[in-house]
Structure formats: structure tokens, C-alpha cells
């Protein structure tokens, strides 16, 4: 059984950046796609980037590109995003997922999430 555990969300100004860590477990980097989301009350769901291992390849939302990067340590089966020039419209809570038939589709798990408030 996957599971994932968010962590590294926080408060940071405008033009700031932030570092957030996903660890997976019961996770076959082959299997999986790893995606991470953003979540922000009333509004849909909205996939930030999309990694597969498999084929060492990570695309993203245009909103992200150029500031949010994905890596990934598999000894540590740890994906980070790492996110920079951060605007106040990035607020919302950031999950990471795994699934079996693409980000955020089929067979998988989600973890829990982690905030991340930019202010002004």
C-alpha cells in the first residue's frame, strides 16, 4: 500500500521560496507516476507537475514552469518540489500523489498535503 507524507509548507513573502518534501512508501518508482497538486478551497484541483520515473520525465502547469522544480532521491524515496519567486495566487494547500496509470489517475494514494500561505 502506497503512502505519502507531506512536508515543508509554511508562510513566506512574495518573491520567496520554499522547499516541500514528499516520502513515499510501499512505492515502486517504475510503477508510478508522481504528481503534485495544489488545493485551494473552492476551486478544482490543480496538477502542478507530473513526474515519471520511468521515463525521467517531469512536465508542468505553465504557471509553474520556470519556478517550481521536481527532483527525486530514491534512496531516500523522497520526490521535492522545490518552488521559487512564489506570488500570493500559489496559497493553497500542496499534495503529492502517486498513481498507477498516470497523475492523479487509476490505482494510487495521496498524501495528506502540506500549506503553504504567500503573502504580500
Known amino acids: 500500500q502506497v503512502q505519502l507524507v507531506e512536508s515543508g509548507g509554511g508562510l513566506v513573502h512574495s518573491g520567496g521560496s520554499l522547499n516541500l518534501s514528499c516520502v513515499l512508501s510501499?512505492?515502486?518508482?517504475?510503477?508510478?507516476?508522481v504528481g503534485w497538486f495544489r488545493q485551494v478551497p473552492g476551486k478544482e484541483r490543480e496538477m502542478l507537475s507530473c513526474?515519471?520515473?520511468?521515463?525521467?520525465?517531469?512536465t508542468y502547469r505553465d504557471s509553474a514552469k520556470g519556478r517550481f522544480t521536481v527532483s527525486e532521491d530514491k534512496a531516500k524515496n523522497t520526490v521535492y518540489l522545490k518552488m521559487t519567486n512564489l506570488k500570493v495566487e500559489d496559497t493553497g494547500r500542496y499534495l503529492c500523489?502517486?498513481?498507477?496509470?498516470?497523475?492523479?489517475?487509476?490505482?494510487?494514494?495521496w498524501g495528506q498535503g502540506t500549506q503553504v500561505t504567500v503573502s504580500s
Open positions: 500523489a502517486a498513481h498507477l496509470d498516470g497523475c492523479g489517475r487509476g490505482y494510487g494514494a
Open positions: 510501499g512505492f515502486n518508482w517504475d510503477q508510478y507516476a
Open positions: 513526474s515519471i520515473s520511468h521515463y525521467g520525465a517531469t
